[in-house]
Every structure is written in structure tokens, then in C-alpha cells.
Nanobody, 113 residues
Framework: QPQLVESGGGLVQPGGSLRLSCVSS????????MGWYRRPPGQGRELVAT???????LYGDSVKGRFTISRDNAKSTTYLQMNDLSSEDAAVYYC???????WGQGTQVTVSS
């Protein structure tokens, strides 16, 4: 079972950017599809983006054109570049290893002026 550790969350102003990172350990990272999900306050968890072992990507409708998921197999790291953030993007963001159904502890993103 891999262990996932997210980082990069924080407070950002509307229109700003953040980059989240997720470092994986304990598995053969390059064989796993990876994803980012989020849980806004008082709501359920929702898909943000996924990336396969072949680097094919899929995005939730609300983030298309603003967020970019990528991976660096040499560093066992998955990234989420988030641009043009709004209050609707405020949430706890979770990294997910789809192959092993493993989750990170989450990182908080707050969007406020």
C-alpha cells in the first residue's frame, strides 16, 4: 500500500495560483494512475483531475482550462497546477493512487481576499 503526502496548499487571493505536490512511496509509482480530488466545505468529495501511467489526463468540468495535472516518475510525484482560483475552488485537496485506492491526508486550499 503506497503512502501519499500532499503539500503546497495555503491561502491565495482570487485569481491567484497554487501548485500542489503529492509524493508517493512504497509502490512502483510509474505503474499507478494518479488523481486529485477535493472536498469543499459541507460538500462531498469530487474529481479534480486524473493522469494515467501513460500520461493521459482527465479533468472535472469545473477546472478544465484552469488546472493542469502532471507527474514526474523519477520523483514519484504528482502535481496539480491551479490557476485563476476562485472561492469555489476552496477545499481540502486529496491525492489518490487509483491502482491501490490509497489516499493522502489532504492539503487545505483557501481562496480569499
Amino acid at each position: 500500500q503506497p503512502q501519499l503526502v500532499e503539500s503546497g496548499g495555503g491561502l491565495v487571493q482570487p485569481g491567484g495560483s497554487l501548485r500542489l505536490s503529492c509524493v508517493s512511496s512504497g509502490s512502483i509509482f510509474e505503474r499507478s494512475a494518479m488523481g486529485w480530488y477535493r472536498r469543499p466545505p459541507g460538500q462531498g468529495r469530487e474529481l479534480v483531475a486524473t493522469i494515467t501511467d501513460g500520461h493521459r489526463t482527465l479533468y472535472g468540468d469545473s477546472v478544465k482550462g484552469r488546472f493542469t495535472i502532471s507527474r514526474d516518475n523519477a520523483k514519484s510525484t504528482t502535481y496539480l497546477q491551479m490557476n485563476d482560483l476562485s472561492s469555489e475552488d476552496a477545499a481540502v485537496y486529496y491525492c489518490h493512487d487509483l491502482k491501490w485506492d490509497a489516499w493522502g491526508q489532504g492539503t487545505q486550499v483557501t481562496v480569499s481576499s
